[in-house]
C-alpha cells in the first residue's frame, strides 16, 4: 500500500475500550477552528474576519444572502481556496503546514455537487474510496453501505450524467460521507432535492450530527429549524449572528407572529449592507 | 494503490468513456498509414525501415496530442470537479503526474498499434530494429513533451477549445525552434547564446537524432527534464488558479 497508513486492528475488547473514551472524548472535541479568516479577490474583499469553532456533535447552519461569502468561507475550511488571511485547524491540523492530514479529516459536498459525468456512481464512488485511502476489500462495502443510505442502489451502474438532479446531489453526498469523516462541510446539500428527498437527507444529517461536527450553507431557514444545532449567519463577509435556532427566532420582535425567521434573516442581512455601504 | 495510480486508472479510463478514443486511434492509424505509403513512399523507396513512418510522427502528434491533453485540466474545472479532486488528501504533484501519465499511456497505445508496419518491414526485408527502437522512443518521447504541453496549458484555461489551439501553437514553436521560421523572429534583437538557447529547445532537432538510431543520453536528458519541469510548472498553475 506504502502511501497510506494503515491502522492495525486492535482486539475486540479493547477496541470497544477505545471506540468508548473516543465517543466520551469526541462530545467535546473542538474539530473545526477557524480563526479570522479574510479573503480578497482582485479588488473585492469577499470574507471580512470569519471565525468559526465547531465542535462534534454540532450542526452549523451556515446562512446568508447571495454573495455573503458562504461558499468562499466553506472553500477556505477545505483547502480549495487559501485564506487571505487567518488560519483553520481541522481535527487539529493545520490546513496550512499539513495539508493532507487536515483534508482527511473532511468530506466535503462542493457548490452544485460536481461529479466525472462519464463515470458510473460505482467508479466514481470507487476513484473517491481509493483516492482517501480506503483499504481495497473494504471499498465494497463502503459503496454498499452510502448507497444504502442515500438510496443509490437502483443507480449505482448507471453514468452519472443521466441521472435527475436530486440523484446528483445524494451521489455528491455519498461522495463526501463513504470515508465516514469526523467534519462534514457540505454547500448546499438539499439544493435541487424534492420535498421527500430533502427530508430524507435531513434526516441524515441530524443522525449523523451526533458524532461530527457538520457545517451546512443552506437558502431555507425551516431548514436550520429542522436539522441544525447552531445558526451563523453571515453578510457581506462578517458573522452577524451566532447561536441557537431559538435564539435566531427570538430575536424578532413579539408582534411578529408569522415568519418570524425570515423577518429576523431580513433585518440581520439588511443592517449589515448598510453598515458596509 | 499510490495516489497517481488511482488518478491514472481514473483519466485512462475516462478516455474509453467518450468516443475520443476510438476517434484518436482511427485518425492516428489512418493518417499514420496515409503518410508513410503516399507521401513517405515507404514501398517505393526500397529500403527495409520505418523512416517514412517516423518522419510524420512529430506532425501527427502535433494536432492529435492536443487532442488528447486539452481535457486534462480544463474539464475539470469547467465541470467544477476540480474542487472535490483538489481537497481530496492526495499531494497535487501525484494528480498532475497522474493526468499526465494517463494521456501518454493513450498515446503509446496508439504507437504500439502502429507494429503492423513494423511486422511488415521485417517480413519484406532485414530492417535495422535497433534504429527501428530507437525510432519508436523518439515518437513516445515527442508525444510525451506535447502531451506535457498540453497538460500545462489546459492548466490555465476552463476552455477546452482555447486549450487545443493554444497548445498546437506552442508545440508547433517547440518543435521547429531549431529552424529559421522560428529562429529568424528572434535573431534581430536577441544576443547569439539566447538564439542558440532557443535553437537547442527544438524537438525535430532531438527527434532527428533519434530517429537515426543513435539514442544518446543528451536527447533522453532533453526529454526527460522538459517534461519533468512542466510537470512542475502544471503543479504550481493548477493550484495558483483552480478556484479562477
Known amino acids: 500500500m506504502g502511501y497510506f497508513a494503515q491502522a492495525q486492528p486492535l482486539p475486540l475488547a479493547k477496541e470497544r475500550a477505545v471506540t468508548y473514551i473516543f465517543s466520551q472524548v469526541s462530545q467535546m472535541r473542538e474539530l473545526i477552528s477557524a480563526n479570522n479568516l479574510h479573503k480578497s479577490f482582485a479588488g473585492l474583499h469577499a470574507v471580512k474576519g470569519v471565525t468559526l469553532q465547531v465542535n462534534s456533535g454540532e450542526v452549523v447552519g451556515f446562512l446568508g444572502p447571495n454573495g455573503a461569502g458562504k461558499t468562499t468561507t466553506m472553500r477556505m475550511l477545505t483547502g480549495f481556496l487559501d485564506p487571505s488571511e487567518g488560519s483553520v485547524l481541522l481535527d487539529g491540523f493545520s490546513l496550512a503546514d499539513d495539508p493532507l492530514a487536515a483534508q482527511k479529516t473532511f468530506g466535503y459536498l462542493p457548490e452544485g455537487a ?21 483499504p481495497r476489500r473494504e471499498i465494497a462495502g463502503k459503496i454498499g453501505e452510502v448507497a444504502g443510505r442515500m438510496h443509490l442502489r437502483g443507480v449505482l451502474d448507471q453514468v452519472i450524467e443521466t441521472l435527475s438532479k436530486g440523484f446528483k446531489r445524494r451521489v455528491g453526498i455519498a461522495q463526501a460521507i463513504i470515508h465516514d469523516p469526523p467534519i ?3 454547500d448546499e446539500p438539499t439544493d435541487g432535492l424534492d420535498p421527500n428527498q430533502k427530508h430524507e437527507v435531513r434526516e441524515l444529517i441530524r ?17 436550520v429549524e429542522a436539522v441544525c444545532t447552531r445558526a451563523v449567519v453571515i453578510a457581506s463577509g462578517r458573522v452577524v449572528f451566532d447561536g441557537t435556532p431559538e435564539e435566531f427566532e427570538l430575536l424578532a420582535p413579539a408582534s411578529v407572529t408569522r415568519n418570524r425567521m425570515d423577518y429576523v434573516f431580513r433585518q440581520l442581512t439588511a443592517t449589515a449592507a448598510e453598515v458596509t455601504l | ?4 495510480q488511482v488518478i491514472f486508472r481514473r483519466e485512462f479510463r475516462a478516455y474509453f468513456a467518450t468516443p475520443l478514443a476510438a476517434v484518436f486511434l482511427v485518425v492516428f492509424l489512418f493518417m499514420s498509414g496515409v503518410f508513410s505509403f503516399s507521401m ?20 501527427l502528434f502535433l494536432f492529435l496530442a492536443p487532442a488528447l491533453s486539452m481535457r486534462l485540466w480544463a474539464e475539470e474545472r469547467r465541470l467544477g470537479t476540480i474542487e472535490v479532486l483538489t481537497t481530496l488528501p492526495i499531494p497535487l504533484w501525484h494528480a498532475v503526474v497522474g493526468k499526465f501519465l494517463a494521456a501518454w499511456f493513450f498515446s503509446l497505445v496508439a504507437l504500439a498499434l502502429t507494429a503492423p508496419l513494423w511486422i511488415t518491414v521485417s517480413w519484406l526485408g532485414d530492417p535495422d530494429q535497433g534504429v527501428i527502437v530507437a525510432g519508436y522512443i523518439g515518437s513516445a518521447m515527442v508525444a510525451g513533451i506535447f502531451l506535457a504541453i498540453g497538460g500545462f496549458v489546459s492548466a490555465l484555461t476552463k476552455n477546452q477549445v482555447i486549450a487545443f489551439v493554444v497548445t498546437i501553437v506552442a ?9 529559421p521560421l522560428v529562429l529568424n523572429f528572434f535573431r534581430d534583437w536577441m544576443s547569439l547564446g539566447a538564439v542558440e538557447a532557443i535553437a537547442s529547445v527544438s524537438v525535430l532537432t532531438h ?10 543520453l543528451r536527447d533522453v536528458v532533453y526529454f526527460a527534464s522538459g517534461i519533468c519541469a512542466l510537470m512542475v510548472a502544471t503543479t504550481f498553475v493548477v493550484d495558483w488558479r483552480k478556484s479562477a
Open chain 1, 114 to 134: 460536481p461529479a466525472y459525468p462519464e463515470m458510473t456512481v460505482r467508479d466514481y464512488l470507487q476513484f473517491i474510496a481509493r483516492a482517501r485511502g480506503i
Open chain 2, 1 to 4: 494503490m499510490s495516489p497517481w
Open chain 2, 40 to 59: 513517405g513512399g515507404l514501398f517505393e523507396r526500397g529500403q527495409a525501415d520505418l523512416r517514412s513512418f517516423f518522419q510524420f510522427v512529430p506532425w
Open chain 2, 207 to 216: 527527434f532527428n537524432s533519434l530517429m537515426r538510431g543513435v539514442v544518446e
Open chain 2, 171 to 179: 508545440c508547433f514553436l517547440v518543435l521547429l525552434s531549431g529552424f
Open chain 1, 207 to 223: 443522525a449523523m450530527g451526533s458524532t461530527k461536527a457538520i457545517v451546512l450553507s443552506t437558502h431555507i431557514l425551516e431548514e
Open chain 1, 184 to 186: 462534514l462541510i457540505m
